[in-house]
């Protein structure tokens, strides 16, 4: 990884990571990253959950909920866009926003991605109602 990939890593990692469970892996990252050992501070870095195992999480803690029946709906759909598509992306923000704020907020990382998705489904849904 070039160092600029690397200073970006560790920048993301610090704003989504930082205060949470995964703090010390943050830490021990920043710490490489000092005594410049890019190496090891990659390989600490590669340690914090993506964020398709973040989103995989999240939806596992939605078992049992509606939101996680009509996912599994629209994933039947062989990727189909409807106008459920997109209730259940902007449900997925609301219980990303909810984890965080009952203090896992390493989900804050899904935010972004998910506000992307929606963008991206809705003007996707309205080309092909045109």
Known sequence: MLHSELIFSL???TQYFLGTKHDNIVQEACKAWENSDYAACEAILSKLPTTDVLLKTLVEKLKGKSVYTNLERIQSKDGKLDWQALK???SLITHAVIECECGNTEFKVLIPVLLEKLNNFGFDL????E
């Open 11 to 13: 920048m993301g990692a």
């Open 88 to 90: 259940v992306v902007s």
């Open 126 to 129: 309205l080309k092909q109602m």
